[in-house]
């Protein structure tokens, strides 16, 4: 198993920016993909950015692209979302989540890390 603890929300102005953390633990050698996903309030979970493990791969949303990267630190088995240009729809709970090697779906997830922009 992989555990995975998000850090890095909390309540920022239209326009600015904010850097998620997700720090891994457990069966780190395992892990193919990790993955930013976020859920709005009614909404269904969707998809954000995702980064290969042991390579630099990134791949991102159309929502995120050009306003959000993603990057890690094997050192530190933790992975990062910065995000700039925040918009009032970009507000959502931001879960982690890690995709295992053979599974071909991302079944480990953080508590997540609610994020408020406000316009």
């Known amino acids: 198993q992989v555990q995975l603890v998000e850090s890095g929300g909390g309540l920022v102005q239209a326009g600015g920016s904010l850097r998620l953390s997700c720090a891994a633990s457990?069966?780190?050698?395992?892990?193919?993909?990790m993955g930013w996903f976020r859920q709005a309030p009614g909404k269904e979970r969707e998809f954000v950015a995702a980064?290969?493990?042991?390579?630099?791969?990134?791949y991102f949303a159309d929502s995120a692209k050009g306003r959000f990267t993603i990057s890690g630190d094997n050192a530190k088995n933790t992975v990062y979302l910065q995000m700039n240009s925040l918009k009032p729809e970009d507000t959502a709970v931001y879960y982690c989540?890690?995709?295992?090697?053979?599974?071909?779906?991302?079944?480990?997830w953080g508590q997540g890390t609610q994020v408020t922009v406000s316009s």
């Open positions: 989540a890690a995709q295992k090697r053979g599974v071909g779906r991302y079944d480990q």
């Open positions: 457990g069966s780190i050698f395992s892990i193919y993909y």
């Open positions: 980064i290969r493990w042991s390579g630099s791969s990134t």
